[in-house]
Structure formats: C-alpha cells, structure tokens
C-alpha cells in the first residue's frame, strides 16, 4: 500500500509538473505582449523580453483613439456578441426538438447539421461570397453574422443535442403534469439543466468570431466596419510599423476573451453543481 501511495504521488507530481509547464508556454506570449504594450518602438527592439522602464497607459490612448482601434473594437463586440446570442437561441431551440420529439425525418435533419462538421466552410467560400453579393448583403454586419450563425450551428447543435437527449423523461411528463406546454419546459426546465453545455458552446464561438480574419476580410470592404483581427492588420505599414501601438492594440483584444471565459467558467461551474443537486 505504501509503494502504491508513492507511485500515485509521484504520477500526481509528474502531471502537475506538465500541466504548469504548459500553462506557462500558453501564458508567456501574452505576458510579453502586455509588457511590450507599455514601451516604446525603440525599447521594444532594445529590451523585447524586459521589464518596460514605466507603466505609461499612452500607447493604449493612441491606439484607442488615433489608430482607430476603438471603433474595430466596438465593431467586434456587436458582432460577436449578437452572433453568439444567435447561434445559442437556434442551436438550443433546434436541439430541443430534435432530441425530444420524434418525427418523420428528424434523424436525417440532425445528419444535415452534422455534415457541417465534416465540411469546413472556407472550403465554400467563392459560392458563400456569390451568395452573400447577390443578396446584397457585402459590406454589412447581417452578411457577417449570418455566416458566423451558420458556421457555428452544426457544432452548437451537436453538444446541445446530447444534453437534452440525457435529461430523464419523468422531468418533461412531470412538468406536463402541471401544464407546462413544451415551450415553458424549454426555457424553464430544459435551459437551466444545459448550462453546461451552453455555457461551451458560448466559449467556444465567442474565441472563434473575435477571433476570426478570414470571413471580415473578405466580405467586409468599409474600414469602418472592420473587426479587431481585420483592423489589426492596419497597424502594419507598408514600410514602418509602429509596434508599440500594435502591442496595445493586441492586449486590448485579449481583454473580453479573458473576461467572457472566466464569466462562463463559473457558471459552466455552478451548473454542472446544480444539475448534480436536481
């Protein structure tokens, strides 16, 4: 029992050892991009892995305001946010009933969806592009977001549909029970117990859309309405670049990443200890 003790311990070590070390290799470019943030061009070649000489939130300012980065910023958060609201209200509705009610050709609708797993959109981007012109609808934010939504329902309904498939059938006859009608036990009954996998599919296509260049790039002309990964692409000259501005503008975007993943982390956290307590 002792030598088996020692072998757990040691193995329990040798992961965290990993874990911590790969932790770091994640973490250290964003440190290093934050750090870089705070100094000048001239600094940044002369120091790129030190400490900067003062905190001086002036490269931020100018980035927000001259570069134009807080309008890409605005930009990203309206379509992103908008986006995933989207996709979590069709993917939640469409894996509800496709989980929970039996039909002629539901079977073959949830194939469709999980076709568009295996068929990577880009791929069809010349007929999305033709499609998206010839209904006029290049070089505005509901051409954006309608792709974005259809990127991200296969994914979305493919997680949402197992959690709802798994929720016993006594929760939904009791709830008929005391005349709930299906719509009441989607929003009542069923979004509360899938939080989890919400709050996944909210992760995962909020990093995807902010952090998207092809799709902006290449339906959206108007410098206006670029997002931050198309915006950023103007920090860099055709000749010069200025880098300062381009490591505020990079930290600036880490910032609702960050943000969004703790938030839904603890409530992927609390729903998975309430689905234990029902």
């Known amino acids: 029992m002792n030598s088996l003790s020692k072998k757990i311990k040691f193995n329990w070590i040798v992961v965290h050892l990993l874990l911590i070390a790969y932790s770091l290799t994640v973490v250290y470019p964003a440190i290093l991009v934050i750090f870089n943030s705070f100094k000048s061009t001239s600094e940044i070649f002369a120091s790129p892995y030190g400490l900067p000489k003062s905190f001086s939130f002036t490269n931020y300012i100018n980035a927000w305001n001259e570069a134009n980065f807080g309008v890409y910023f605005k930009n990203s958060i309206f379509v992103t946010a908008i986006s995933v609201f989207l996709v979590l209200l069709i993917a939640s509705l469409a894996a509800y009933v ?17 076709l568009g797993l295996m068929l990577p959109i880009r791929l069809a981007i010349i007929p999305l592009y033709i499609l998206i012109r010839d209904l006029g609808l290049l070089d505005t934010y509901t051409g954006l977001i ?8 296969s994914f979305s309904i493919f997680i949402l549909y197992t959690f709802f498939k ?52 290449i339906l959206i002309k108007d410098e206006s309405l670029y997002t931050v990964p198309v915006g950023i692409s103007n920090f860099f000259g055709e000749y010069t670049t200025d880098w300062s501005l381009l490591f505020a503008a990079l930290a600036l975007s880490i910032i609702p990443v960050v943000i969004v993943f703790f938030v839904m982390s603890k409530q992927f956290i609390e729903g998975l200890t309430a689905g234990a307590m029902k």
Do not use: C, H
């Open 166 to 217: 798994s929720i016993p059938d006594e929760m939904v006859e009791a709830a008929r029970i005391e005349g709930a009608n299906s719509f009441q036990i989607y929003y009542k009954i069923m979004l509360p117990l899938v939080r989890p996998a919400l709050s996944t599919v909210a992760i995962f296509n909020f990093m995807s859309y902010w952090n998207d260049f092809f799709f902006p790039y």
């Open 146 to 153: 309608l792709v974005y939504v259809a990127s991200g329902l």
């Open 98 to 114: 496709l989980a929970r009610f039996k039909f002629k050709g539901s079977f073959v609708i949830y194939f469709l969806f999980l």
